[in-house]
């Protein structure tokens, strides 16, 4: 049967579990010089509506590390831009191709393009989720921490990102704090799907001191994300006092991680001293988007 991944809720605690598993050990085989080739003879297809950097280069890099080919497109090389609907091009792709990434803005357009394709559709990244990024942090943190009686704090805006936080806790278990200024918490309908799961504890605070105290992780992203420019400096006011500095980092425990998924405005949601600082492991979490989504094609459509 064909699986998605379209944001963490389609993932069980145990596959979630399992694909970290499998991406540290796909890890210790790059490092190794001997990694797998379960995608020989695979094509992938990157459709990226949004640009990016290390979404773009670490799925391009997971698919030729385990042998298979990627094929990147913006909307601009495809009919998109010409308003094609996504039903007709699922269908065409899923025959040329063995599995289709993208990267865009509405989450139903990915909604759409999986109903329609017969191949798997993963998202890297909507407005509504970003599901292999708390992936790849959640390898980072159990690289360096357990995950079981972990405490997440996420210092910023109630993004995509926040959201993918809120559906891993109610998956795994483990505590989430979300400091969010007013105006900007998650959305109400995924705090509340999180709530029916009855398996978190999760939090909603303005204060961002409450949030990091006994943290094992604070967590930020940037003030205005792409397609939120015409905002930002609305946004600046609003979160002026969600910076992650030195001052907030003495309000939590001496050895708590500090994760930023990247690029960071430094000066604005976080300061260079922190991001450069001992507990930082932002660059480690970047690496592990390659480790994570290898892991995550192997399982889809590897030979094995």
């Known amino acids: 049967m064909k699986r998605d991944l379209l944001s963490i809720r389609d993932l069980s605690r145990v596959e979630i579990l399992e694909l970290i598993s499998r991406a540290e050990t796909i890890k210790r085989e790059i490092a190794a010089g001997n990694p797998r080739r379960s995608l020989s003879g695979r094509i992938v297809g990157l459709i990226f509506v949004k640009p990016s950097t290390r979404t773009r280069v670490s799925f391009e890099a997971a698919v030729y590390r385990l042998g298979g080919q990627a094929m990147f497109m913006t909307a601009q090389d495809t009919q998109i831009s010409r308003h094609e609907p996504l039903a007709d091009m699922a269908r065409v792709l899923d025959r040329y191709i063995d599995a289709i990434v993208i990267r865009t803005f ?29 992936l790849a942090d959640l390898l980072t943190i159990k690289e360096k921490r357990s995950l079981d009686k972990l405490t997440v704090a996420w210092v910023g805006d109630g993004n995509n990102v926040a959201h993918s936080w809120i559906n891993a806790s109610a998956r795994l278990g483990f505590r989430l704090n979300l400091a969010c200024p007013p105006g900007f918490q998650p959305d109400e309908e995924v705090l509340s799907w999180a709530a029916v799961q009855r398996q978190s504890a999760i939090r909603v605070t303005p204060d961002p001191v409450e949030a990091v105290s006994g943290a094992d992780v604070i967590y930020t992203d940037v003030w205005a994300s792409m397609g939120q420019e015409s905002d930002a400096d609305r946004r600046r006011k609003a979160f002026r006092n969600y910076q992650v500095n030195a001052d907030l980092l003495a309000a939590a425990p001496r050895d708590a991680l500090v994760l930023h998924c990247l690029p960071a405005h430094r000066g604005e949601e976080i300061t260079d001293d922190v991001l450069e600082g001992p507990q930082s492991v932002v660059f480690d979490q970047a690496e592990n988007r390659l480790h994570v989504q290898a892991a995550l094609l192997d399982w889809l459509i590897g030979d094995a």
């Not at 989450?107 to 407005?127: F, W």
């Open 106 to 134: 509405g989450h139903q357009d990915v909604e759409e393009l999986a109903s329609y394709a017969s191949v798997p559709v993963i998202n890297a990244l909507t407005d509504r989720f970003h599901p292999c990024q708390v």
